[in-house]
Nanobody
Framework: QVQLVESGGGLVQAGGSLRLSCAAS????????MAWFRQAPGKEREFVAT????????IYEDSVKGRFTISRDNAKNTVYLQMNNLKPEDTALYYC??????????WGKGTLVTVSS
């Protein structure tokens, strides 16, 4: 059983920044990839970014490339999402999830990001 707890969301003006954190339970954090997804009101959940076990490989959804950075600290069992130059369309509930053998098996409850124009 893995528990994921997101934090760091809030209200920010367009152009501002936020850093989201996702803390994972357990002692095997360094053995699996992690990803961030988001779900805006009235829309389906969508992929944002993913990071490999050691952090050497990352992939981003096109609309966040150059603005968001995913990183991880395996010593702290934590994955981060640094979000810069935020736009109103980034408003969503942001979730972290574990990647395991090609699937996504554990999810956090999410942290809300609201970007005002």
């Amino acid at each position: 059983q893995v528990q994921l707890v997101e934090s760091g969301g809030g209200l920010v003006q367009a152009g501002g920044s936020l850093r989201l954190s996702c803390a994972a339970s357990g002692r095997t954090f360094s053995t699996y990839g992690m990803a961030w997804f988001r779900q805006a009101p009235g829309k389906e959940r969508e992929f944002v970014a993913t990071i490999s076990t050691g952090g050497e490989s990352t992939i981003y959804e096109d609309s966040v490339k150059g603005r968001f950075t995913i990183s991880r600290d395996n010593a702290k069992n934590t994955v981060y999402l640094q979000m810069n130059n935020l736009k109103p369309e980034d408003t969503a509930l942001y979730y972290c999830t574990r990647e395991w053998y090609g699937g996504l098996d554990y999810w956090g409850k999410g942290t809300l990001v609201t970007v005002s124009s």
